[in-house]
């Protein structure tokens, strides 16, 4: 039977074969653009969905010093992980569902890196949204998703092919389904495709509207 969901569990317990090269490259940029845009916030109190097992920690607490950290994400595995090799007094671990969460919080900036592929058309908007409920106005929203450029579309088919794909409920976005929801809660203030992790993923910076 073929699977249509990815087992996070697996992915946590053995990450896929790239993953360290890809999240290099990422983590880079994505802590570039915190950089760049860290004068518009009032504070920083940075949030991750989707970032159980955080890559992307390490290097935010190196360059970036948040006063405070929260993680939400659903996989307790993954957040079991990062307890377990991260003793930071100003990280917050969350297990929520992101499409069903009430939480009492306002951060100064919100980040996704491959979290809002895995749903379907309207989850995805909704999974959008969550970034924005959380975020204060005025707050700074990243997000990075895979694109189905041709690059994107030759790896992924090799990877299935050799039986090494485990995302399979990934669904790359085109640029013209998530643009029009991020503009219903602020101003694109950057943007660009990440080519060199053949996996294509296309990053957003959003202002939120005051």
């Keep these: 039977m073929k699977r249509t969901e990815t087992d996070w569990n697996a992915y946590y317990s053995s990450p896929y ?24 916030l009032e504070d920083t109190v940075i949030a991750e969905l989707g970032g159980a097992d ?9 360059k970036i010093a948040p006063r405070v950290y929260h993680i939400l994400d659903k996989n307790q ?4 992980r990062f307890s377990q090799q991260n003793h930071d007094s100003t990280v917050i ?3 929520v569902d992101l499409l069903d969460f009430s939480l009492n919080l306002q951060v100064d900036l919100v ?7 895995h749903f379907g058309v309207v989850d995805t908007r909704s999974a959008i949204k969550a970034h924005f409920d959380i975020l204060k106005p ?11 450029t041709l690059l994107y579309r030759i790896a992924r088919r090799a990877s299935e092919i050799s039986g090494m794909w485990i995302f399979h409920d990934e669904r790359p976005l085109e640029h013209r389904e998530v ?27 959003i202002q939120k509207a005051i």
Excluded: N
């Design 179 to 205: 643009f029009p929801t991020v503009c219903q809660f602020g101003a694109v203030l950057d943007k660009t495709i990440i080519w060199p992790i053949i996996l294509t993923q296309e990053m957003l910076v």
């Design 111 to 117: 980040f996704s890196v491959g979290l809002i592929e």
């Design 54 to 62: 955080s890559c992307f920690y390490p290097e935010i607490r190196r």
């Design 138 to 148: 005025g707050g700074i929203c990243i997000l990075s998703f895979p694109t189905p």
């Design 17 to 40: 074969p790239t993953a360290m090269f890809s999240r290099r490259i990422t983590g880079h940029i994505l802590v570039r653009y915190i950089q760049k845009y860290r004068r518009l």
């Design 77 to 80: 595995l993954g957040l079991d």
């Design 93 to 95: 671990l969350h297990q």
